[in-house]
């Protein structure tokens, strides 16, 4: 029943809760930023807190040029934090918190690649889509009706979604989204100076270490096969050659290392 009230919110998008995403998809957000951006900070201190942070210089030097580089276009203030673990994976959270495994290093070859990795993490902030999720599971499970009595959700909304503050903002994206942020992804590094065409290098690069099995590929298990990103990825390549060409022309070229 739920499910197909919200099918019908989405796709007359009458509400004042829908909204247009940076590539023009029409969302369905309603839950306050400051509450997602709190839910985010709080779990981005609880992985602080129970996982190894790497010290390794040339690791935390590397990351941070990528992102300085990746951000100067989105504004704000993010934090960058390389974790000690071997799988191979990165996320980014609501409030502007970016987490890079050690794993995930060791995989790439150039900047440029890591760029693809931490740009995509950042579309996702960029796009909202933890906050997407997150209002399409309370309109799902609680109704329109308890938002909008409210205003807001609050800890009793919370509470019904059984939604901890962890966990509410780290569940699985959907294919849909997870599309979407490759493409804010790939714009990005290429506003950065970064060369677009290693984000097809690096979905090569994750097949034959998915096939290969020697490490878990956490960073793909809810991603898109590796052919359709790949396809996805081209078709937009073009356009990010010239975004990337007209960064150079400004002098935005990164010197990461």
Known sequence: MFKKYLSSLIVACTLSACVTSPTGRNQLIFMPDNEVN????????????????????????LVSCVTNALTRNTGGTWEVVVFEDKTLNAFALPGNKIGVHTGMLELVNTPDQLASVI?????????????ERLSQETAMKTGMGMVQASGALGPTGMGLLGLGAEYGVMLPYSREHESEADIIGLELMAKGGFDPRQSVTLWQKMEQASQGGQQPVEFMSTHPAHGTRIQNLQQHMNNA??????????????HCS
């Open 38 to 61: 709190q839910m985010g900070l709080q779990a981005f201190d609880e992985l602080k807190k129970k996982q190894s942070i790497s010290r390794n210089p040339s690791y935390n030097q």
């Open 119 to 131: 740009g995509h993490e950042i579309g996702h902030v960029l796009a909202k889509h933890s906050n």
């Open 241 to 254: 050659l010239q975004l990337q060409q007209q960064a150079i022309s400004k002098g935005l070229q990164p």
